[in-house]
T-cell receptor, first 114, second 113 residues
């Protein structure tokens, strides 16, 4: 079945550092790809998404490009802030499978130190 | 309300007891999903409702788990004869069929002693 593998954490960086969180997927169809973020004490919320190959999703300075050839959707940010500390989840869904249920990676906890 | 709400926010129960978790989706969201998040793990899909169609129950881990939804409103997830491995955060999400995004509630943290 479909699956998502993401970089194990926790990841600790200093403020203004460059961030990459790796995500690769396995899917039989043509999935949509997502990054969700869970800030401390808050619910899961969509950070960005891409629905087809070579699409780039972006939000709040974060970017991820849908790479079909490498089945990847790595999350990047050029200069992280303390407020980016959260757990990040890579996920996919297959719109053609009707239910559009999300398949999640295990999550990566990110801590940014001032 | 402005977002998806879930109740209770925390539930502690004894092994063998039944529990019922509630989800109030955003008005107009025809799709509703339940997920489970065990400690240190990603979210696992449990069940999906879309309008009046038969639910997709393919993620329910055992017959102790069941869920109901009346129309496009409130949903309840019931776990019978709880076990310690049921301890997790149970998340509800809603969405519309045409829009490729799910909106999550804050979750219910279930602890089975």
């Amino acid at each position: 079945g479909d699956s998502v593998t993401q970089m194990e954490g926790p990841v600790t960086l200093s403020e203004e550092a460059f961030l990459t969180i790796n995500c690769t997927y396995t899917a039989t169809g043509y999935p949509s790809l997502f990054w969700y973020v869970q800030y401390p004490g808050e619910g899961l919320q969509l950070l960005l998404k891409a629905t087809k190959a070579d699409d780039k999703g972006s939000n709040k300075g974060f970017e991820a490009t849908y790479r079909k050839e490498t089945t990847s959707f790595h999350l990047e940010k050029g200069s992280v802030q303390v407020s980016d500390s959260a757990v990040y989840f890579c996920a996919l869904s297959d719109p053609l499978k009707g239910a559009q249920k999300l398949v999640f990676g295990q999550g990566t906890r990110l801590t940014i130190n001032p | 309300g402005a977002g998806v709400s879930q109740s209770p926010s925390n539930k502690v129960t004894e092994k063998g007891k039944d529990v019922e978790l509630r989800c109030d989706p955003i008005s107009g969201h025809t799709a509703l999903y339940w997920y489970r998040q065990r400690l240190g793990q990603g979210l696992e899909f449990l069940i999906y409702f879309q309008g009046n169609s038969a639910p997709d129950k393919s993620g329910l881990p055992s017959d102790r788990f069941s869920a109901e939804r009346t129309g496009e409103s409130v949903s309840t997830l019931t776990i019978q004869r709880t076990q310690q491995e049921d301890s997790a955060v149970y998340l509800c999400a809603g969405g519309s069929r045409s829009y490729n995004e799910q909106f999550f509630g804050p979750g219910t943290r279930l602890t089975v002693l």
